[in-house]
């Protein structure tokens, strides 16, 4: 059974689908760490109603990247973790961690990579003017949402869209596949 920390800086809402999908058998697989640097986030609760351990940080707290992520990795160690599964963690991947987890982090993206990366994807998609979206989960290399892709769904653009439409649609998404790409790719490593 393959040994998790999830990463996340927000609401968490993807956090919770990988418990709830663990809780129910789904998805194979032991949740160790949540690591979160934003001391307010929502996910924080939601690992507290879990049970599961969670690391929480400030990045104005470390003076480099090179020292938070140190310190998240003497945590990871602490907690017996195998692979990092970003969900909605809003920072780049350092070399720190890179170098530790190489091939063992993957993240998920409320766009279809290569259009789309970075910062508000849902955003950028509407104002493009595209009528397909979507989410995709790929491996985390030093770019920005640039590694291989291992898994996409598309959603489409309907006329009257909001941008609050479109994120729960894409959370529908994402809730879904994420946990089944999760079991996949354990299955198979
Ligand atoms: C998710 O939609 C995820 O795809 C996105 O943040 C949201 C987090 O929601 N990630 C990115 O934009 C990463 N570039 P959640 O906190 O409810 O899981």
Redesign the pocket.
């Known amino acids: 059974m393959k040994r998790i920390a999830i990463f996340?800086s927000?609401?968490?809402?993807?956090?919770q689908a990988i418990v709830d999908a663990v809780q129910s058998g789904e998805l194979d697989a032991s949740i160790k760490l949540l690591v979160c640097d934003q001391p307010d986030a929502f996910?924080i609760e939601r690992a507290k109603a879990s049970g599961i351990p969670a690391f929480v940080f400030r990045a104005k707290d470390f003076e480099s990247k090179d020292a938070f992520e140190t310190a998240i990795h003497e945590e990871l160690v602490l907690h017996g973790v195998e692979f990092i599964v970003l969900?909605?963690y809003?920072r780049l991947i350092g070399s720190t961690l890179l170098e530790k987890y190489a091939t063992n982090i993957v993240?998920?993206?409320?766009s279809l990579l290569p259009a789309f990366p970075?910062?508000d994807?849902i955003g950028q998609a509407l104002q493009s003017g595209v009528k397909i979206t979507g989410?995709t989960i790929h491996y985390v290399d030093a770019g920005m949402?640039t590694g291989p892709i291992i898994e996409q769904e598309c959603i489409r653009i309907t006329k009257d869209e909001t941008k609050s439409s479109l994120q729960e649609k894409?959370?529908r998404i994402?809730h879904g596949l994420y946990p089944r790409t999760l079991n996949t790719l354990f299955q198979t490593s």
């Open positions: 996340s927000g609401s968490g809402s993807n956090f996910v969900a909605g809003m993240n998920i993206h409320p970075g910062k994807a989410v949402d894409v959370h994402e």
